[in-house]
């Protein structure tokens, strides 16, 4: 599975979507959720919580490890998806399609600058022993 | 099969069922109403069953286990068998000091022992498991700087590598987890520790050697980053094993230590306890430690109370933590002596770098070949799993197969299709390269005949278990058939 060439990523392995209305969905991404494994359990953070760039917020939890998920920029939790709460497989089957939670960010710069999906490629390829 | 299944209504044995009427004089209010549910069975049906379920066990007293940061060493019979003397045995947690002192002072000699081979000022035996005394440890810390009135310092410093209890016993105390990241070489990142650290540090927790497998050579540098900050070093004992004997953590500058008895000083572990954390402190921390801790006076063996300590973080446990275990640790540690204390760390730091160079010989990928291994490395099984899709978790599984109990899996996550060795000091170099054999059989099979290494275990008493299922469904309960009602 690629990662998609119009979401943008982080180094520690979220990935964010553009919405329409100028929010943005995080999930993890391909690699996380293949190293991770069967995820059995997912904790989004409150909506209305306000998160600063790098925040632990989530936490994704498999059979082999439980990871922290961080916020990729600044701002405020609007949305989560509670259909993990009883499908957190849902984030092995199609990473890119489970969203974890949305935020609206206080500055959509923040958000352009995070890395495209080559120079994250590029991370995980560098992180490959 | 469970002893409820073996259940017939009416089977007992009569010599043992109670002969006398129930007590009297408990008020009618607190009768039960309701029999309880317990298994119906005559007395050789349960001998046969639980001796049947003993012979299942997959323990150190029947295969290699090398379950890496466990340290699942041979515990010594002599042990178990001092620590069960009557008088031990029979000794009520609340008699009288006078009539306990031979208990008292076997727990005095331990405590001084451990004080000794950790180079501490103060030991209290009180946490009753490893998490426990990390617990104790962060309290004294945060006690300490509570004392001095240095309250803004709320955060406490974590390698990545770090056992994930170090985080949870962070945010136990109220602080905040930093994390820091391993170099390449498997050391703590010294930038991004200088980056981290600052008037907000209570505190650094460290395992050393680390979970890598390998001790951490900037100790002295990162000791000194944290105390010109004004925080304290919180040393995670899980791998004291390595340098029992030969390298002190108060000597490594240390403020407080924990150490799993059950780990490093051979008690019974691994169907979850019981454990002992006994922690450690330098001088500074001495005021906080738990209670009760035992003291010698004028030839006499006593507790410390509140009265003694009035600035101690309190009681762990209604009683004196798990003395049987301790009590096993004190004959372990009496057995050894102090040069049986360095021939451990010599004997397990041997055995799992003959171990680690007789992998990597047979070309298995040894994390970090360049360094020498503590008492436990790391092999990655990515290349295999990249060739074949057989990962870690299908050879762990079929190692059992084998006769091996298989190391730990996937834990420090910090490298890829992982396997965690510790062979520990008490196996032979016939087990060893018997493992090592294992292994290569199982590469083996991995190229010729996958399918047989991913529907591992086949000869054990239960096949692949539904680890998923068992995480997201845990159900522990056993109901009786009448219980259930048909849907």
Redesign the interface.
Request: overall charge positive; aromatic content about 14%.
């Given at each position: 599975m690629s990662n998609p060439a119009n979401f943008k990523y982080t180094a520690s392995h979220e990935w964010v979507r553009s919405e329409a209305d100028g929010t943005i969905s995080i999930g993890i991404t391909q690699h996380a959720q293949e190293l991770l494994g069967d995820m059995v359990f997912v904790e989004n953070p409150a909506v209305g919580r306000k998160l600063k760039a790098k925040e632990e917020c989530a936490v994704v939890e498999s059979v082999k490890a439980a990871a922290d998920v961080y916020a990729p920029v600044s701002g405020e939790v609007v949305a989560v998806n509670s259909e993990l709460d009883s499908a957190p497989e849902a984030i092995n089957v199609d990473p890119y399609a489970a969203w974890m939670f949305r935020m609206r960010p206080d500055n959509s710069a923040d958000v352009a600058a995070l890395m495209d999906a080559a120079a994250y490629q590029a991370v995980v390829d560098s992180e490959a022993h | 099969m469970l002893i409820f299944e073996r259940s017939h209504p009416g089977r007992r044995n009569a010599a043992q069922a109670p002969h006398h009427a129930a007590a009297s004089g408990i008020p009618a209010a607190m009768l039960r109403k309701d029999q309880p549910l317990l298994p119906e069975a005559s007395e050789m049906d349960v001998v046969r069953h639980y001796t049947r379920l003993s012979q299942k066990n997959f323990s150190i007293d029947t295969h290699f286990y090398p379950l890496g940061s466990c340290t699942m060493k041979y515990n010594p019979r002599a042990c178990n068998t001092l620590a069960m003397l009557p008088n031990f045995l029979a000794r009520h947690p609340l008699a009288p000091e006078a009539s306990g002192q031979g208990m008292l002072a076997c727990l005095y000699d331990l405590q001084e022992i451990l004080k000794d081979v950790t180079g501490m000022a103060g030991v209290s035996l009180m946490p009753m498991a490893g998490a426990q005394g990390e617990f104790a440890g962060i309290a004294m810390i945060r006690a300490y700087h509570d004392a001095r009135g240095d309250t803004a310092r709320t955060e406490i410093i974590v390698p990545d590598a770090a056992h994930?209890t170090n985080p949870a016993t962070a945010v136990m105390c109220g602080y905040t987890v930093k994390e820091i990241p391993t170099d390449a070489n498997g050391d703590v990142d010294l930038d991004a520790l200088r980056a981290a650290t600052g008037p907000q540090t209570a505190g650094l927790m460290l395992t050393n050697p680390s979970t890598l497998g390998v001790f951490e050579k900037q100790i002295q540098a990162i000791q000194k980053i944290i105390h010109d900050a004004g925080g304290l070093l919180y040393y995670d004992g899980a791998n004291l094993n390595a340098i029992l004997g030969k390298v002190k953590p108060g000597d490594m500058g240390f403020d407080v230590i924990h150490m799993n008895l059950h780990k490093t000083f051979s008690t019974p572990h691994g169907g979850g306890g019981p454990g002992a954390g006994a922690v450690g402190v330098a001088q500074r921390l001495l005021p906080f430690l738990p209670l009760p801790v035992v003291t010698r006076q004028d030839e006499s063996y006593h507790y410390l109370t509140e009265k003694d300590l009035p600035q101690s973080i309190g009681h762990l446990s209604a009683f004196t933590g798990n003395i049987g275990i301790l009590l096993r640790a004190y004959v372990y540690a009496r057995m050894l002596g102090a040069d049986g204390m360095h021939r451990v760390a010599e004997f397990a730091t041997l055995n799992a770098n003959y171990l680690m160079a007789e992998l990597h010989k047979a070309g298995f990928?040894v994390?970090f070949p360049q360094r020498r291994a503590s008492h436990e490395f790391i092999v990655?099984m990515?290349p295999l799993k990249d060739a074949t899709g057989i990962s870690a978790m299908d050879v762990a599984k079929r190692l059992l197969d084998k006769g091996f109990h298989p190391p730990t899996?996937?834990?420090p996550?910090l490298?890829?299709e992982c396997m965690l060795i510790e062979p520990t000091e008490t196996e032979s170099k016939e087990t060893l390269d018997g493992f090592v054999n294992a292994l290569k059989e199982i590469r083996d099979e991995a190229h010729a005949t996958p399918e047989l290494v991913k529907g591992a275990p086949r000869t054990m008493p239960v096949r692949r278990l539904d680890?998923?299922k068992a995480?997201?469904e845990l159900d522990l309960t056993w109901k009786t058939p009448t219980s259930t009602a048909p849907e």
């Open positions: - | 994930g990928t994390a990655s990515k899996t996937y834990f996550m490298v890829p680890d998923v995480a997201r």
